[in-house]
């Protein structure tokens, strides 16, 4: 006997030598909004035997704690279950399914009501009566009500061009969908609406201070990930994202199962960055003069030069290192204790924005590079920490990863800029980076939001205290024994 738990709370049980077919009535949806999935489950001496009958495949997550184990049957295909597999009556909508429980004997009289239940008038199996207490529902005002009422009234405001915003709470897996617009276009919007409850509506000061401040903690506390719980995240920046994000969605199913992938696929490319001219930021020592190439001062282009040949910096440096892709140098204005470049070798990659995934095995390279020779240092001196990374609008051209070690005792450390340089999301961890490029291609973000990062307060990296100034900071952090804390990407 095998006893089956239905998406609506009521468990059945399914004797040996019975069968119940499951189809259209069984979603509690408009039939003619449903497709002709259908499938039959019967108690045999082997097991639970599912066999599909539609003409629309029958999807099946196998066990219960991973839901990536799936399979599609095909019309007349047939599969033994077990304890913890779902069939979903809508291969679509994981929300909607049946799944094989253990058996007990406690069930007996439900499984008689469900065996006696007659044929729908689509030749489905109608189900015994659900208590409503466990049928999924929302009304209007706060009552309960059926999902067949949740639909109707979503579908009249739909007619009446009213937006409808659909909660549905508790369903796994989670995906995240975030519009994360500019701060000028959120003001706009938010200075063009009438009727607001709150009465922030019109070209008011205190429309654009609440988009503001809404904007500031949005951009503080970063984007969602999948670390977090979700099975996706999408972030928009724009409207071109945006429609692209609607039609993975639109095409969400058995065939496009990865709404982020179908919405990366999708997504307009973005505008080619010259990150010489767009985030190559003003450096000590090139007092916004020009050597006469691409308008960059000598400083800016150092790093252009140890790449193209190496041996001309000798001299100065001791312990360069260097192979056919990258570079390994002190860096010369150092910001620690110990502080190191690996600077790539390839001539076309001026900043992080120029990656794409034909870079990850450079990158993996040149994170070994940098591990292996900062280990030494390690164990000569145990207490040192290190990370690995890149500036999201770095100060130099050429790309280059920054090893750093976290004790920052350094005169070269000098002000705030400096600071959130290294301890804030302007910080690219070399790990997030190839997490990125092997997930989306490339990195996508936001110059004027990272810039802007650098004029956050200055908070200890360990604990988060915010310090008034950088004596005070650089006080705190000797005495701090907190672990390093990683921001949030």
């Avoid at 800016?300 to 360069?320: D, F, M, T, W």
């Avoid at 450079?362 to 292996?372: T, W």
């Amino acid at each position: 006997m095998a006893r089956l738990h239905h998406y609506t709370g009521v468990d059945v049980e399914l004797p040996l030598g019975t069968e119940r077919i499951y189809g259209r009535a069984d979603t509690n949806l408009e039939l003619d909004k449903v497709s002709r999935q259908q499938f039959k489950l019967a108690g045999t001496a082997q097991g639970l035997l599912l066999t599909s009958l539609g003409a629309n495949p029958t999807k099946v997550w196998l066990g219960a704690s991973d839901r990536s184990q799936a399979v599609l049957l095909q019309k007349g295909e047939t599969r033994l279950l077990s304890a913890g597999d779902r069939v979903l009556l809508l291969g679509c909508d994981p929300s909607m399914f049946v799944e094989v429980k253990e058996a007990t004997s406690s069930a007996a009289g439900e499984a008689a009501a469900a065996a006696a239940a007659g044929p729908a008038a689509d030749g489905t199996q109608q189900r015994g009566a659900e208590p409503p207490s466990k049928r999924p529902r929302m009304e209007g005002g706060g009552r309960p009500g059926k999902r067949e009422q949740c639909v109707e009234a979503a579908q009249q405001a739909l007619e009446r061009g009213q937006s409808v915003l659909i909660d549905r709470t508790n369903v796994t897996p989670a995906h995240c969908l975030v519009l994360k617009l500019s701060r000028k276009l959120c003001g706009q919007r938010a200075a063009a609406r009438v009727g607001h409850e709150g009465g922030l509506q019109g070209n008011s000061p205190a429309v654009y201070q609440a988009v503001n401040r809404m904007w500031s903690q949005m951009e503080e506390a970063g984007d969602p990930h999948q670390r977090e719980g979700f099975a996706s995240v999408i972030v928009c920046e724009n409207d071109k994202e945006v429609a692209a994000a609607l039609e993975a969605w639109a095409a969400f199913g058995p065939t496009h199962p990865d709404p982020a992938a179908e919405y990366q696929r999708r997504r307009p490319p973005p505008p080619k960055v010259n990150t010489l001219f767009n985030y190559l930021k003003k450096t000590p020592g090139s007092s916004g003069g020009s050597d006469g190439k691409d308008g960059v001062g000598p400083f800016a282009n150092s790093l252009v030069s140890i790449a193209a040949n190496p041996e001309s910096c000798r001299h100065e440096q001791p312990q360069l290192w260097f192979d056919d892709r990258c570079v390994w140098v002190a860096d010369k204005f150092a910001k620690a204790q110990e502080h190191w470049l690996v600077v790539a070798r390839e001539a076309r990659l001026e900043g992080p924005l120029d990656l794409t995934a034909a870079d990850i095995p450079l990158l993996e390279h040149m994170l070994a590079v940098a591990r292996e020779h900062t280990q030494a240092t390690q164990q000569q001196h145990p207490a040192l920490q290190f990370r690995y990374g890149f500036h999201a609008a770095p100060s130099l051209r050429q790309l280059h990863m920054h090893a750093v070690s976290q004790d920052f005792h350094s005169p070269a450390l000098k002000n705030k800029k400096h600071w959130n340089s290294f301890t804030s999301s302007f910080f690219l961890d070399a790990e997030w980076v190839l997490g990125q490029l092997r997930q989306a291609g490339r990195l996508d973000y936001s110059l004027p939001a990272k810039e802007a990062l650098l004029k956050s307060d200055l908070r200890c990296h360990r604990c988060g205290a915010v310090q008034l100034n950088m004596p005070r900071l650089k006080e705190h952090i000797a005495a701090c024994r907190a672990p390093v804390r990683l921001p949030l990407y």
